[in-house]
């Protein structure tokens, strides 16, 4: 079967593959490359036309680089623009405090590249178009499923020139915490909730500026700052829910408190011009309790939204597609496997997830809601972050959990080229 076989109906256009996976994220365009690397008639389905976002996750951890340097990508990747990041500094209410240091960690790269997710995708789409049996299509939104009895059978989707049905032995949603897909197929969530949400903008950054700074917490405040290289990728959190108040403030006020946290950005400041430039991330917690159907997976956020704590998103679902190609590559040369045998994914991810979503809820409960908490009081160090400073090989192990996560996954499926 050609990649992208098509036909024309009276209706619009029919499309038939193997597999469709929907959402061209770090998810979707990783499970599409590791697919297309193995001969499978795979094809991507991204509702924009770019993959340029502001508000996507950017920290590229070292499981991650391990991954790419198991596909053999990892050169032309680092010759992409980024910036390296081995120690994770901040200052906790004046107090210096570090949460954790990779270079302590036995792996190949020792060290977190901040890169922007859409020239990661699109790397992954440029290093993909050598895979005959792969087809990226940009503008083109999943909008139903295709049921066959109590088979899931393929999605419909709007495209620019109309309609299309894409038959497919398995669909995958891989279209984020928002999922359509996951929607459409009724499958239900668990909760578990997050403190916060995140005020996402961008400071101009000058040649001579710089600050190993990552994290900052006040009484009442707290913010995380990338460096970008000619700007600072600046993270302000906030209470749940309190966007409105925090506008009603007004942005003046907004700037002011982010100049008094990171006086290093308050010349970079004047770039925010109006709250256009702030984009508002509302963050969840939660997993799919079941993650398939018959014909149906699902993988990355669309299985389970991570918080942001730890910029572990990005790497969880590379972690999700690495695993699925593993287990579902070669039966899937054959037709759809059965729904056991995709479940075995969720078997395979589940503990890590939970695992990491455990994980970040400590960090909300101990820190950033001890942080958000209204009033002056001056804030104390919680015990663990002292600790971990205090003795350097605990950074380590830190490190570690948030550079390789919980059962790092390794590629082991088939390559035909």
């Not at 984009?279 to 159907?293: D, E, F, P, S, Y």
Request: glycine share 10%.
């Amino acid at each position: 079967m050609d990649a992208g076989s098509f036909s024309e109906q009276p209706s619009g256009r029919t499309m038939q593959v193997r597999c469709c996976i929907v959402g061209g994220g770090p998810a979707g365009m990783m499970l599409g490359y590791l697919f297309g690397r193995a001969g499978i008639d795979v094809v991507v389905l991204e509702k924009h036309a770019d993959f340029f976002r502001d508000f996507r996750g950017d920290t590229v951890h070292p499981s991650t680089l391990q991954v790419m340097d198991e596909l053999g990508l990892i050169d032309g990747f680092l010759k992409l623009p980024h910036q390296q990041l081995q120690k994770l500094d901040g200052m906790f209410g004046g107090t210096p405090v570090r949460i954790a240091d990779l270079s302590r960690v036995g792996t190949k790269y020792p060290f977190i590249a901040f890169m922007p997710q859409w020239d990661f995708l699109n790397f992954l789409r440029e290093a993909g178009k050598r895979f005959a049996s792969l087809k990226v299509m940009m503008n083109v939104e999943a909008t139903d499923l295709i049921h066959r009895g109590d088979q899931i059978a393929g999605v419909r989707a709007k495209t620019p020139e109309g309609p299309i049905e894409i038959v497919a032995d398995l669909t995958i949603a891989c279209d984020g915490r928002h999922s359509v897909v996951r929607e459409r197929a009724g499958l239900a969530t668990d909760e578990i909730g997050a403190p916060m949400d995140v005020l996402w903008f961008r400071a101009g950054r000058r040649p001579n500026e710089s600050e190993n700074l990552f994290a900052r917490v006040e009484p009442g405040k707290m913010m995380v700052t990338f460096d970008r290289g000619d700007y600072w990728q600046c993270a302000y959190v906030i209470a749940k829910g309190q966007f409105d108040a925090v506008k009603a403030r007004g942005l003046p006020a907004l700037l002011d408190d982010v100049a008094r946290m990171a006086p290093i950005l308050k010349p970079g400041l004047a770039d925010v011009k109006g709250w256009d430039d702030v984009k508002l991330l509302t963050v969840a917690i939660n997993r799919l309790k079941r993650w398939t159907l018959p014909g149906l997976l699902c993988i990355g956020d669309a299985a389970h939204a991570m918080s942001p704590v730890g910029g572990v998103g990005v790497n969880l679902a590379v972690q999700d597609a690495v695993a699925t190609a593993n287990l579902l590559a070669a039966k899937l040369t054959s037709g759809c496997p059965t729904e056991d045998e995709l479940d075995a994914v969720r078997r395979r991810r589940e503990f890590p997830v939970k695992m990491t979503q455990r994980m970040q809820v400590i960090a909300q409960n101990n820190i950033v809601s001890a942080a958000l908490k209204p009033g002056y009081q001056p804030l104390k160090v919680p015990l663990a972050v002292r600790l971990i400073t205090a003795v350097p090989w605990l950074q380590g192990i830190t490190a570690r959990l948030v550079g390789l996560g919980v059962r790092p996954e390794h590629v082991h499926s088939p390559a035909q080229f």
